[in-house]
């Protein structure tokens, strides 16, 4: 048994794979998932779990070197992107865009990992960096 790390399979499976630029997604649960794209559903009842307590612990196992948001988190959730901020390291830019050009992004991922988040535009895109 793993001692470290995320214990979910299907996560670690996916880290695993992810070469430089490869982009991952972690949503809310009302995030659309577009057809075709893999979903690893972790939500199991409303705010459970919730969306930062995922993302710290993918940024934990995770080499980003970028990550996307939706420009309406700025004035629809702003207390959510205070703590995706904490969360992030000073390697990680952050890259604003419209919410539909994010879903419109989403085809491009190899995976939405979906929470139990129920609050605006808590979604984002870790782009893969590189340990070299």
């Known amino acids: 048994m793993k001692k470290h790390g995320i214990f979910n399979s ?4 996916v880290l695993a794979d992810l ?11 009302g995030l659309p998932i577009p057809a075709g794209v893999p ?5 199991i009842a409303q705010a459970d779990p919730s969306f930062i307590k995922v993302l710290k612990v993918v940024l934990d196992d ?3 070197e970028e ?8 004035t629809k959730n702003p207390e959510q992107l205070a703590a995706v901020e904490a969360a992030l390291t000073e390697d990680e830019g952050i890259h604003y ?10 085809k491009q991922v ?15 895109i870790l782009q893969s960096g ?3």
């Open 62 to 64: 995770m080499k980003v």
């Open 19 to 29: 070469g430089h630029t490869d982009q991952i997604a972690i949503g809310d649960a």
């Open 110 to 124: 190899k995976v939405v990992i979906r929470t139990g988040e129920c609050t605006p535009y808590s979604n984002i």
């Open 67 to 74: 990550v996307i948001l939706a420009e309406e988190i700025k």
């Open 10 to 13: 299907d996560i670690s499976k």
């Open 97 to 106: 865009v419209s919410h539909e050009a994010f879903k419109e992004q989403l």
């Open 130 to 132: 590189v340990l070299f």
């Open 39 to 43: 979903k690893i559903d972790l939500a």
